[in-house]
């Protein structure tokens, strides 16, 4: 720019700040020259996938699982040189998710981040981006857990300080007496049904002797831990 003979300065009429065809220049003359003359020119969107450009990424690697739908947050910006603009959702790009309720294992039973935020771009920005992350199983807490027997006479109780008569073998309510039982579990205030083998397995402890014996639930699949 050489200001001896121009000056160069953009329009009210223009939009120089978004992609599209309306960005417009003026040139006026200065010294020896006199008169001006305007030109538009096109803003390009910005491909959001373009890491030197763009920087997008999870506030989080790992969530844990609850039964709804979960939504890591997200952080997406801008590189303009040394410094960085952060950019809006829903105004610079929308978010979705997919596979982001269940708990996911490979074929050796290692957890997967298989829980994915697809990020795609709009109006200055096209493209999308993906980011994954990973569903932890529910941790069990006995607070939690409701535990419900139905015996012989088909009504449901609460499974506490039950009594068993010794027979000189491991005491096993399911086989002995024909228990069945119905686990609950609360997550957020909202009930869950929980599916023994895909949910749970029961095992007991100290039931072969004279005693207190213990029943012990054990979390599988999107439980983990033990009560």
Do not use: C
């Amino acid at each position: 720019e050489d200001v001896r003979d121009f000056v160069v300065s953009k329009t009210p009429n223009g939009d120089n700040v978004n992609a599209g065809i309306n960005a417009r220049v003026e040139i006026d003359g200065l010294g020896n020259y006199d008169g001006n003359v305007g030109s538009t020119f096109e803003i390009k969107k910005k491909d959001i996938s373009d890491p030197y450009a763009i920087i997008a990424m999870l506030t989080t690697s790992s969530m844990e699982f609850t039964g709804e739908e979960l939504e890591a947050p997200e952080i997406v910006q801008y590189r303009l040189g040394l410094d960085t603009l952060q950019l809006e959702r829903d105004k610079d790009y929308f978010i979705s998710y997919r596979d982001h309720i269940h708990v996911a294992y490979d074929e050796n039973g290692n957890l997967l981040a298989k829980a994915t935020a697809i990020i795609e771009g709009t109006q200055n920005f096209y493209g999308t981006i993906e980011k994954t992350f990973t569903i932890t199983p529910k941790t069990l807490k006995l607070s939690e857990l409701k535990v419900t027997a139905t015996g012989g006479d088909g009504v449901p109780k609460e499974f506490k300080d039950f009594v068993f008569p010794y027979w000189g073998k491991e005491v096993l309510p399911e086989d002995d007496y024909g228990y069945g039982f119905d686990l609950e579990y609360t997550i957020g205030g909202k009930k869950q049904r929980l599916v023994e083998s895909a949910d749970y397995v029961i095992s007991y402890e100290n039931n072969d002797k004279i005693g207190t014996a213990q029943m012990v639930i054990s979390g599988n699949g999107k439980y983990a831990g033990s009560v």
